[in-house]
Each structure stands twice: as C-alpha cells, then as structure tokens.
C-alpha cells in the first residue's frame, strides 16, 4: 500500500522560472493538503482540496501560487515566477475523510509525504 | 485562533539520558486533536501520536510517553534512555475538528543525543 507520493524529492529553479509539485494522495484518500515549511520553521498549512475542488486555500499567498486537484492524476501545487523566498520544503498529506464516533464530528488522519524541497537561485 | 509553542529550540543530551520535550497550545476550540511527529535529517515527516482532548489519560509507546494536561493547555513528550537516533526536529501540532484536519505546528524542537 503505497503512501503519499510527492515528487521530485529536489528541484531547483532560477529567479523567474516556474515550480510544478506534484503529490499522489494515498489509495482511497480524496483529500489532500499541501503545507510548507520555510528554514527554521515549523510547516505551515497552505491549501486544502478535494478531488476538482479547492475548500481552504486561506494560507496560500495572493499572488504566484495556485493549487489544483483534478479529477485524474495528481494533485498540482505551481509556482509562477520563483523567488529567493519560496526556497522552502513542500509538504503534501492526504486524509481519508471518515466519521468520529465519540462527538460526530469528521476528522480524517493525515498522512504526510517526503517532502519536494525547492531551491531558487 | 489556534497556535502551538514549542519554546525549547534546541535540546542536547547524552545516549541514555531521558529528555522532555515542551508543548503549550493555545485554542478555542473545546475539542480538538494534538499531534507528535519526527523529522530526522532525511527531511520525512513520521507520524508519532494523535491524542484526542477529551482523553486525559497519559500513554506510553515503548521508550516514548507523552503527558497531556488540559488544565495547563501542555501536550508534553518524554524519551527514556534516549538514543542517537532519536536525534531530530521533533513537531507538535493541533487540529481543530472542524470537518477537516488543517494542522498548526509548532516551530519544532531539534534534539541532538550524542554518544
């Protein structure tokens, strides 16, 4: 049972140049979640999405960076026009979406990938 | 608004000494989960815990225990007779239950077991 996959592991890219992630959720799951984490930093949450859908994408920045889950393949996390500080270690988890028992709430488990580190230089 | 301290950045100790590992959480949430995860030098994220707030009761995993305390709002980590492998950043988080599982971490402690 493979878990996430994220790939590439490293990528390097030039000031200006586009970054392209990808992160193939684990079987069944159809939640996926891409954080970051900057040097020194703990990771931090950027987008939420489901399969053709985007439900939080609250700690994405404004500009330069969208996020897409479609239907088939994985999902994408893209970077326009790469800058000295998106130099950081992007995290992928996927969650199955599966009801608590004790308070009826819905909680899913994430599962984190490796992790695609980016250099920009 | 949730948040996550971690106020030890870095922890050195020697193989066999035991060590604590501090997390405060702050949330208005009056349910909600607290997670430990590992990042040894490799970069992965290892899944260590996931504790529900309305289970106070302390647990044990072979070498690891974790205490939860509500009253102080502290999630602690405890390694006995530590390791050079454990040696690591390590991560706690909370989740809101809210429908889904947006995480907030804390910066991370990173702790060096020298032999």
């Known amino acids: 049972n493979a878990g996430v996959m994220q790939n590439p592991r490293h990528l390097v890219r030039r000031r200006g140049q586009e970054a392209r992630l990808r992160c193939s959720p684990m079987k069944g799951h159809s939640h996926v979640y891409w954080y970051r984490q900057l040097p020194e930093e703990g990771l931090k949450f950027m987008v939420y999405l489901q399969k053709e859908n985007i439900i939080d994408e609250s700690g994405m920045p404004k500009e330069r960076f969208s996020a897409e889950f479609p239907k088939e393949g994985p999902s994408i996390l893209r970077i326009q026009q790469v800058v000295r500080g998106d130099s950081a270690a992007y995290f992928c988890?996927?969650?199955?979406?599966?009801?608590?028992?004790?308070?009826?709430?819905?909680?899913?488990?994430?599962?984190f990938g490796e992790g695609s580190r980016l250099t920009v230089l | 608004a949730q948040k996550v301290t971690q106020a030890q950045t870095e922890i050195s100790v020697v193989e066999k000494e035991d060590v604590t590992l501090d997390c405060v959480y702050e949330?208005?949430?009056?349910?909600?989960?607290l997670f430990w995860y590992k990042q040894p030098p490799s970069g992965e994220l290892v899944f260590l815990i996931r504790r529900n707030s309305f289970d106070e009761q302390n647990e044990i995993s072979g070498r690891y225990s974790w205490n939860f305390q509500k009253s102080t709002s502290s999630f602690n980590f405890t390694i006995t007779a530590s390791q050079v492998v454990d040696s690591a950043v390590y991560f706690c988080a909370l989740s809101e239950i809210s429908g889904y599982s947006t995480l907030t971490f804390g910066k991370g402690t990173m702790l060096l077991v020298s032999p």
């Open positions: 949330t208005r949430d009056t349910t909600y989960y």
């Open positions: 988890a996927s969650s199955p979406l599966r009801t608590s028992g004790r308070d009826n709430k819905r909680t899913g488990e994430l599962f």
